[in-house]
């Protein structure tokens, strides 16, 4: 009988790597270096602070709204404008001489941002408005974020809004397939417009934004009605170029 | 024949009392010498800190020859600030606030074999801490790639790469700020560059498992 001798030379070997393995983890001096990174992000957001207009019985600025005194001698409210833009005291043509509607302005919670930090919806109301009827509205925008944002654009019904200098746009609210009002915005001297974040200023609204809604009720517009339009404000961080649905 | 036997006893006697002499002779006579070693081993240290961070805002990623520095438009809207541990200078904390997207910084970051021991770096690899970072993938060698749908972070080093004992050594730490990063957020991130002795072989995990476990984590 012939016993196969073990194979002592590949048993070696083992023994040898292993002791190599083991010198190597035991004898390596070793240094780690960390770098512990954190990043905190800041914030995007922007509020209505204010808002009013030429027809809500009180005068809020007298460089826009002189004659929006409440006390038209024929009516129960501010004499009714006969026209769109700033009434200034030396303008006595902006009025009729009958207080038949109001136009009022808000700020509140609501609109697809409503529950963030701030006013993120304005509402403008026109009641008793007839043809001819028109409004001024005044928003006023503060950054209240901590980023800067560039004012992109501002839509009404998914449009982008014409500036007033160059023209208007016409809505068909009553759904009765004419336009029953036109609207364009004027005080944005241009677009995109940067607004840097309240806080960065030395008085707080050093950096506030405002633009005016032109509303005009046109003859088509159907009686005892009430007509509702939408408009949105689009703001996004200065360096971007994405974000705004509509090409302002 | 009595006499003879006599002598015989008495040579005998004689030759023992000579030896014996020459043996007591031989103890008293012989000049001897002990040296002695004394062995003392101070074995040297494998041991580095960070020296130093300079961190440069710039626009726009990725980072190249064609890049601006600062922020789009000169603003100042970011911030990026760095200091050592207190408690350990292994560990260096970069922040950076109020960032967005698009927001990029470059950080150069030296740091010295502080020990007496040259090293070679082994390699260096970047994790997420944070859960909010999603879909983070680390790609590269020489130059590592963590990218995070929120964040990119690149660190450019000198993997294998030796360092002298007080020479120092200088990498890239880059980051990025993706469209997907939320609001109000923070995000933490954690590069590690591990070295070992010049003279052993190991691989980056070797020189992880071997370092001396410290209060910042890892290793």
Known sequence: ?248 | MIMARQRLKLGTVAMLLVLALAALGSGYALWSKVLKIEGTINTGKVDARWSGVICSEFHPWPFSPAILPGEVDGKDVGRTTWALDPNDDQILIITIENSYPSYAVDCQVEFVNDGSVPVIIRGNDITPVTLNLHNCVLSGTQTKTLTCDELTVVFVDNINAQVDPGDGVASSFRLHVEQPAEQGAKYEIQVRVCMAQWNEFATFGDCVAAAPVHNGGGG
Not at chain 1, 71 to 81: F, L
Not at chain 1, 95 to 100: A, I, P, S, T, W
Not at chain 1, 163 to 190: E, H, K, M, Y
Request: charged content about 20%.
């Open chain 1, 1 to 248: 009988m012939i016993r196969k001798s073990p194979p002592v030379a590949a048993f070696v070997l083992l023994l040898v790597m292993a002791l190599a393995t083991l010198g190597v983890g035991y004898g390596l001096w070793s240094k780690i270096l960390f770098i512990q990174g954190t990043v905190n992000t800041g914030t995007v957001n922007a509020e209505f602070v204010d808002a009013f207009t030429d027809d809500d019985g009180v005068q809020d600025d007298v460089s826009k709204d002189f004659y929006d005194d409440g006390d038209c001698e024929i009516g129960d409210s501010s004499c009714d404008p006969k026209q769109t833009g700033a009434e200034t005291q030396s303008n006595l043509v902006h009025r009729y001489d009958k207080g038949v509607a109001s136009c009022l302005a808000d700020v509140g919670d609501l609109g697809p941002h409503a529950g963030q930090p701030g006013h993120q919806g304005a509402t403008v109301t026109l009641d008793e408005a007839y043809p001819s009827y028109h409004c001024t509205a005044w928003l006023t925008i503060r950054n209240i974020g901590s980023i800067p944002v560039d004012l992109h654009s501002v839509s009404i019904e998914g449009q982008a809004a014409v500036p007033c200098a160059t023209g208007t746009t016409p809505f068909n609210l009553g759904g009765n397939g004419d336009a029953d009002v036109t609207i364009c915005v004027s005080g944005l001297t241009q677009l995109p417009l940067q607004i840097d974040p309240d806080t960065w200023g030395e008085e707080v609204g050093e950096e506030d934004v405002t633009f005016d809604l032109d509303i005009h009720v046109l003859q088509e517009a159907p009686q005892d009605s009430t007509l509702k339009f939408d408009a949105e404000v689009c703001l996004r961080q200065w360096n971007e170029e994405l974000g705004c649905p509509v090409d302002g």
